[in-house]
């Protein structure tokens, strides 16, 4: 797919993140939360994690992707007590490839 000729103001909507970047409920376990600037988005991106801000770093480097989200969709989760929401790392669109939902471990 050709992404370098797109207008990104549809997806910067859809798929803005969908949840606050905190340290809720991490006080046993705290991690790393910051931002930097994505040349990539042309906006600041939060990560929660050195994981996670590693990975954006090599998506800033990558040649072929055009453009990535932070936290972009939930995913509802069914069981047999309750309804929840998993919401994915990353939304990566490379040129010439599918956008490639990824969770950062």
């Known amino acids: 797919m050709d992404w370098n000729n797109k207008t990104w103001e549809f997806e910067d909507e859809a798929y803005s993140p969908k949840r606050k970047f905190n340290n809720k409920g991490s006080q046993w376990h705290p991690h790393i939360i910051g931002s930097f600037y994505s040349f990539r988005n042309s906006k600041v991106v939060e990560f929660?994690?050195?994981?996670?801000?590693?990975?954006?770093?090599?998506?800033?480097?990558?040649?072929?992707?055009?453009?990535?989200?932070?936290?972009?969709?939930?995913?509802?989760?069914?069981?047999?007590?309750?309804?929840?929401?998993?919401?994915?790392?990353?939304?990566?669109?490379?040129?010439?490839?599918?956008?490639?939902?990824?969770?950062?471990k």
Do not use: C, M
Request: glycine share 2%; no cysteine; hydrophobic share 45%.
């Open 48 to 104: 929660e994690s050195l994981n996670e801000r590693l990975f954006y770093y090599f998506l800033e480097l990558e040649r072929d992707v055009v453009r990535y989200f932070v936290q972009p969709i939930q995913v509802p989760i069914l069981t047999d007590k309750k309804e929840w929401f998993h919401i994915p790392d990353v939304l990566v669109f490379r040129q010439g490839s599918q956008p490639a939902l990824i969770q950062i």
